[in-house]
């Protein structure tokens, strides 16, 4: 399929099997899926139409439901043409007394349409799928049954005719749902062999970037979702999403998230803008009803800067020499509020150090002492300091899956990279939240300050108003982010850039932040904040707060 923002004719040279126009609704790109993959189905299925029937033999009968005695007189003659075996119901009530009184097992598979007096086609699949939550149910379906369509994906509904449909669909539909029975039962134990052969699961590179990440589903509708992407100055935004469930619905709304994600990302790069259109989209989407606990992060390799927002997935490890942390940060799933209640947290990564986020499938796995994965992940994490990055993923995972003797109970997903060593150019300083460490973070500070670029028309006056500044943010980060404890720590990054010319410092602590853009004007005139705010807004040229983040920017023209 071409989707196009220009009128494209097909041709018999052409590689597409249709071309839509855009705008193209979910609807229309819908019907021409159905369209193109009916069309392969009938060009590379065997015609059995013409075969005895004796050779193709079938276990169990077609439960057919039809309201309208035309339609339900030419299905059933196709059905029998195709050497089917077929019990005629006029109404779901009929079907459902036909399938208790007859059995269960008498049944191949069970069609039927949706809209239908006494009991409609969602309600025969519900009381159906209730006895046998296995048997193959196809339903037809009209433009008019989108919410039924949505209530009949919760029941696990293998396929959908829309109508009008012929006969070679129909019998297309049929034989691929019946040859698949047995092949659904051999692939589930297959999938517990493998399982139980594999002592440990493999990281596996994303393509071109230093991420490392493993993914086994639960099912084959597995909901957990890891993108990443690479932005033109060198950053790399990434996603960890849970989509709620495990069922063929959940299959649905992981495809429509990431077409979701997939046109966002493109627009936004900012993660609490990015958050706000994901869970507005979801809301908006065909499975509003489908929540999705989600955790967004920006990673710059170059400088050391990781942001992170999180919308319910479990709190990430961070792990080197210096420091051993759970990223403690909370928030709700996307699609559940109008506005989600996230928490951001942005850190100053050291050379070697290490960060690892996993979905809660991975940290809520129990050992036979029923001790949880994430008491345990922080320690095992941070001693395999020594080990390839890549190796270290893989033998958490692998752990995790011994702890996992019964078998997951949930989707894993993890997902670790390492922080490469900084640009030389910048100056880096990680100091304890104490009075007398800023005051030697000043007179570093200085001493950098006085390799200025040449381009640089920097003043004494702007000296001194740099050197005020980070004494402000510094004394803001150690008394209000870190609250006073002596035990944190306080992260400060300055650099030059050339053009435009401009000297940009970063103050992190281990707070959250606070919504600077709306900070109302302290009532106390002697207190901290009070002070330094004010002063920082008047002498930078920009001040931002995001996640425990202090961005000031000194500028000049150029």
């Not at 005719?161 to 019946?178: H, Q, R, W």
């Not at 596996?204 to 990443?228: I, M, N, W």
């Not at 803008?273 to 390799?301: K, M, Y």
Request: net charge negative; with cysteine.
């Amino acid at each position: 399929l071409l989707v196009s923002g220009s009128l494209v004719e097909p041709s018999l040279e052409s590689p597409f099997d249709e071309v839509l126009a855009k705008p193209v609704s979910i609807r229309e790109l819908g019907h021409a899926l159905r369209r193109v993959l009916d069309a392969r189905l009938r060009s590379s299925r065997v015609d059995v139409s013409t075969a005895p029937a004796r050779e193709r033999s079938r276990t169990g009968d077609i439960l057919l439901a039809e309201d309208s005695p035309v339609t339900l007189s030419l299905l059933r003659s196709w059905l029998v043409k195709a050497g089917y075996r077929v019990r005629e119901a006029r109404d779901g009530q009929e079907a459902w007394e036909l399938f208790t009184v007859q059995g269960a097992a008498s049944f191949a598979a069970v069609l039927s349409d949706i809209v239908m007096p006494r009991m409609d086609g969602i309600r025969l699949v519900e009381r159906i799928r209730e006895v046998n939550p296995d048997i193959p149910v196809v339903l037809f379906s009209s433009s008019e049954d989108l919410q039924a369509m949505k209530s009949a994906l919760h029941l696990q509904v293998n396929a959908f005719l829309a109508k009008p449909f012929d006969s070679e669909a129909l019998i297309a539909c049929v034989e691929g749902l019946l040859s698949g029975v047995n092949v659904r039962h051999r692939s589930a134990e297959t999938a517990q062999a493998v399982r139980m052969a594999q002592r440990a699961l493999v990281a596996v590179p994303e393509k071109d970037l230093p991420l490392y990440s493993v993914h086994q589903s639960l099912t084959d509708a597995g909901g957990d979702v890891f993108r990443c992407f690479k932005q033109p100055d060198g950053s790399i935004l990434f996603i960890l999403a849970d989509v709620a469930g495990h069922a063929v619905i959940s299959s649905y709304a992981v495809a429509a998230f990431l077409g979701l994600l997939s046109s966002l990302v493109s627009q936004y790069t900012d993660l609490s803008t990015l958050t706000l259109r994901l869970n507005r989209g979801i809301q908006d989407g065909p499975f509003s009803e489908v929540p999705v606990c989600a955790l967004l992060g920006h990673w710059t390799p170059r400088t050391g800067r990781l942001h992170v927002l999180n919308a319910g997935l479990p709190h990430g490890l961070c792990g080197g020499l210096l420091r051993r942390l759970r990223i403690a940060i909370n928030g709700t799933p996307l699609g559940v509020f109008d506005e989600p209640m996230v928490e951001e947290k942005v850190l100053m990564l050291e050379a070697g150090e290490r960060v690892l986020f996993a979905s809660d499938g991975f940290f809520d796995i129990r050992g036979r002492e029923g001790e949880l994965m994430e008491e345990m992940a922080l320690n095992l994490w941070s001693e395999m300091g020594d080990v390839p990055i890549q190796q270290a993923v893989s033998i958490l995972a692998g752990i995790a899956q011994e702890l996992a003797e019964e078998g997951l109970e949930d989707d894993l997903l993890a997902v670790g990279f390492e922080q490469p060593t900084p640009d030389t150019g910048a100056l880096r300083l990680d100091i304890p939240s104490e009075a007398t460490a800023i005051d030697e973070v000043i007179l570093r500070m200085a001493e950098y300050l006085g390799e200025v670029p040449r381009s640089i028309p920097l003043t004494h006056s702007r000296r001194f108003e740099i050197l005020t500044a980070a004494r402000e943010a510094l004394t803001n980060a150690m008394i209000h982010g870190n609250q006073g404890r002596p035990d944190s720590r306080i992260s400060l990054h300055a650099r030059w850039e050339a053009y435009p010319p401009a000297f940009i410092l970063k103050v992190v602590d281990e707070g959250l932040g606070f919504d600077l853009k709306n900070l109302a004007p302290p009532t106390d005139p002697l207190s901290e904040r009070g002070r330094g705010i004010p002063y920082l807004r008047h002498s930078a040229s920009k001040v931002d707060m995001v996640g425990g983040e202090l961005s000031i920017t000194f500028s000049w023209e150029a």
